[in-house]
């Protein structure tokens, strides 16, 4: 009997030892791990600031076709460019659209690329950036700080900072495009195409290079081609579209 006992816990040590053998030859899989953090920089000890992160996901769902657009679903930020009134005659931006946080200005809110600064627009005098020269299809994120940051950027973060982080290491090539148009007919539309390219593997090949290309065209909209704005009479008050104080 106890000869019997031997042999069968040989038998059940030979066979546990052989599935923990097996199991020490497969390979682990290792997994990865996504860290996304801030690139804007702030003062040690200052405390969590509100940064707003708008990752690739987040842009493409809300089908904006511009940087200006897309800084318009923001909250707490505006961005303005061409004028749209049909009053504003000989008005011009000169294709600039600029950026401002809780109404202080464009000149104080900073707008960099990858943490660096940009060179203001010379056609909008020289003190605001010209977001319309970042490509839309080029974003891998956006970091926005909706509190002060000058003691760290100076008075230009007042308001705020903004932050376009690009895409780093793109492979391939990407193209698209999209059409808008009004309700209404005549004027108004809308078109953009883009394309991205990219060749080499940070990892691998130790290199990347990465070209962008977006084209945009607004029609023109005129007040004529409105029956809201096309007279400066609206009856039958004869109210006037221009100023508040031309009726009589």
Excluded at 24 to 38: N, Y
Excluded at 144 to 153: E, T
Aim: charged share 15%; glycine share 14%; hydrophobic share 40%.
């Amino acid at each position: 009997m106890p000869h019997d006992q031997t042999r069968l816990s040989r038998s059940l040590m030979l066979a546990f030892g052989g599935g923990m053998a097996l199991a020490a030859t497969l390979p682990a899989q290792a997994q990865q791990v996504v860290i996304t953090g801030s690139s804007i920089k702030q003062i040690e000890g200052a405390g969590a600031l509100p940064v707003l992160t708008l990752n690739r996901a987040d842009i493409e769902r809300t089908g904006v076709q511009t940087v200006e657009q897309l800084l318009q679903t923001i909250s707490a930020m505006s961005s303005s460019g061409q004028t749209q009134l049909s009053t504003a005659v000989g008005i011009s931006t000169y294709g600039e659209s600029n950026v401002s946080l809780r109404g202080l200005g464009s000149e104080r809110t900073l707008v960099l690329v990858n943490g660096q600064r940009l060179a203001a627009f010379a056609g909008g005098g020289g003190s605001t950036v010209n977001v319309n020269n970042i490509p839309l299809a080029a974003l891998e994120r956006v970091e926005v700080l909706k509190d002060g940051a000058s003691a760290v950027y100076g008075s230009d973060a007042v308001a705020g900072v903004v932050n376009f982080i690009l895409q780093k290491n793109f492979q391939g090539i990407q193209v698209g495009g999209t059409y808008g148009t009004p309700t209404a007919s005549g004027g108004g539309q809308q078109y953009q195409a883009n394309i991205v390219a990219g060749i080499g593997d940070l990892t691998k090949d130790r290199f990347n290079v990465t070209g962008s290309l977006q084209w945009n065209k607004n029609q023109d909209l005129l007040g004529i081609d409105r029956e809201f704005s096309k007279t400066a009479n609206k009856p039958p008050y004869f109210e006037s579209g221009a100023t508040g104080q031309g009726n009589i």
